[in-house]
């Protein structure tokens, strides 16, 4: 890529004479006139020089910020709870939100249709207690179903982590294992963070070698203290099958959001956090958007990351129109101009004050990626240097050992090996899947094979994907996404191939077996 001396100038948002003086300093003086044509080589290392002296005016440092915390907390209305069902491969989690998810559907409308976006509610049927209703609405909580706890670590990453209670899901068949664990830690350090509540639900009771006490006993002995064993953990016995115990599950989180006094405002501007995107077949970008603060009706102007939104309709997960969204529900939006990523957080403002912080984002991530090309170029650098250093003296120690085993009559040491990447390009249904997928797959391999992602996105496989995959040498993964015929023929006559699925589990043994195939045979 290339930039001229006044496009870097913009970009850098300085003056055309300030950056042709400090070109000048750096003895471009031929390079200096308004349109030529930089290198990004050079317009990066430019960018570095005011890069470490940011010149920012507050006009174009404009951005939106959420409002401030309310001063009294314990005076708002209660929310409900956000909850993401975690746990082992297999032992139950889809089941359990399927389950979930149709008898809720079932019971609101006759043969009612439930769309996935991510999230959905479930009313909470109590007897007597009416005190903790929130207002003119019946008790939710609502299930968070992004795919596992792939999604949940990739909003964590950015801050956003919205997860008020984590049901972990124990399959009785099968009692404690890694992933379980891998829960019960990734619990435990968020508990460091803030308050985040757990429930423990043993599945597949139904089955008649399911062995619920020997589930417990292994969760004691990873240190999870269950309520009957005198800790404060509560623990229910579900079958997601049938249907079992489930409402005894539900009761439980509500339960749990009481003592947790979950609130939050309902008249201030929106806040919210988008939980998946993707392009749908006659409303375009469509975002699912969990509202954390005040309450979002059509209308509304919003922004998430850089991409903007006139929100026009707000869907339920059951394909409901909504007037109003309040703090912990769900709502698929759209109206959106472009696709927002998974994890960004929206805020809602006027159309103006949208326009202009989003031309400033824009503008500072394109003055970050020609700063991060920087310091790629400069690691890479510094990287290459080191390799010859290193290498050099790898060589002589190698040299040396040979030398002195071929004189013991000894073989001769074997060839460092390169690592080698399987090359591979993403596509997804939607943003989270996508995050959740590059998340799993990039720690696959060791030291000597791996995985590069390529590129990704969401949306079907397309000509161009194919033609990339063939300058790359890569495999394409389609994650829940189609792939066109005549894309099919082209991919087959590049001979780049396309491995379909929407079983993360499946794509992650394929991507392993690819990876093994790459290693070197060993001695
Ligand atoms: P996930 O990988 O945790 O999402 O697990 P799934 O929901 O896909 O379930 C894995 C397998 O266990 C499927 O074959 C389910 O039919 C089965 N399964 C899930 N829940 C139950 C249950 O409560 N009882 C029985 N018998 N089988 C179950």
Redesign the pocket.
């Known amino acids: 890529t290339t930039v001229s001396v006044g496009q870097l100038a913009k970009l850098l948002n300085v003056r055309l004479r300030t950056l042709q003086r400090k070109m000048e300093e750096a003895g471009m003086q031929a390079e200096m006139s308004y349109d030529y044509v930089l290198t990004s080589d050079y317009a990066a290392l430019l960018a570095e020089e005011f890069g470490r002296h940011p010149i920012i005016n507050d006009e174009a440092a404009f951005d939106l910020y959420p409002p401030s915390p309310h001063p009294n907390p314990q005076t708002l209305p209660s929310r409900p709870p956000i909850v993401t069902i975690m ?10 939100l399927d389950t979930l998810r149709s008898s809720t559907v079932a019971a609101s409308e006759a043969g009612g249709i439930t769309q996935h976006i991510g999230a959905f509610c479930v009313p909470v049927k109590t007897g007597s207690d009416s005190e903790s209703t929130i207002e003119g609405h019946e008790r939710l909580i609502t299930f968070l179903d992004t795919p596992g706890h792939a999604a949940f670590s990739a909003m964590r990453a950015r801050g956003t982590s919205v997860t008020d209670i984590v049901v972990l ?1 124990v ?1 009785a068949d099968d009692g404690v294992m890694p992933q379980t664990l891998e829960v019960v830690e990734l619990v435990r350090r968020e508990k460091e963070r803030g308050k985040i509540g757990m429930v423990v639900a043993i ?5 008649p070698e399911a062995d619920a006490e020997k589930t417990k006993l292994a969760l004691l002995a990873a240190g999870v203290l269950l309520e009957e064993h005198g800790g404060d953990v509560p623990c229910i016995e ?5 249907g079992k115990g489930l409402a005894d599950l539900v009761e439980t989180l509500a339960v749990m959001a009481d003592v947790m006094d979950l609130r939050a405002e309902q008249d201030c501007p929106t806040v919210g956090c988008v939980l998946e995107s993707r392009i749908h077949k006659g409303l375009g970008p469509v975002a699912t958007v969990l509202v954390t603060r005040g309450t979002l009706t059509p209308g509304t102007p919003l922004l998430a990351g850089t991409s903007s939104c006139s929100t026009r309709r707000l869907l339920s997960s059951s394909a409901h129109p909504l007037n109003s969204v309040g703090p912990g529900t769900p709502v698929l939006v759209t109206g959106w101009k472009s696709l927002p990523s998974a994890g960004d957080e929206v805020l809602a403002s006027s159309e103006a004050d949208i326009k202009r912080a989003r031309a400033n984002r824009q503008r500072k991530r394109e003055l970050e990626s020609v700063i991060g090309g920087v310091e790629a170029i400069n690691a890479a650098r510094k990287a290459d240097k080191e390799k010859e250093g290193k290498e050099r003296t790898l060589a002589k120690l190698k040299k040396a050992r040979s030398e002195q085993l071929e004189g013991e009559g000894k073989c001769v040491v074997p060839e460092e090996v390169e690592k080698t990447n399987l090359r591979v390009i993403v596509k997804g249904d939607v943003s989270g899947s996508v995050e959740a997928l590059m998340g799993a797959i990039e720690g696959i391999g060791n030291h000597l094979a791996g995985v590069t992602i390529v590129s990704s996105g969401v949306g079907d496989v397309s000509d161009s994907d194919v033609m990339m995959a063939k300058a790359a040498q890569a495999i394409i993964i389609a994650f829940s996404v189609s792939v066109p015929r005549s894309v099919q023929a082209s991919a087959s006559q590049d001979h780049v191939p396309i491995y379909s699925s929407d079983i993360i ?1 499946r794509v992650m043994d394929d991507i392993q077996d690819r990876v093994i195939s790459l290693l070197p045979c060993t001695y």
Do not use: R
Not at 203 to 207: F, L, P, Q, S
Not at 238 to 242: A, D, H, K, N, Y
């Open positions: 746990g082992h491969v297999d032992h139950g989690k889809t089941t359990l899901v399959a599945n597949k009771v139904d089955k579900v079958s997601g099958l049938t589990y």
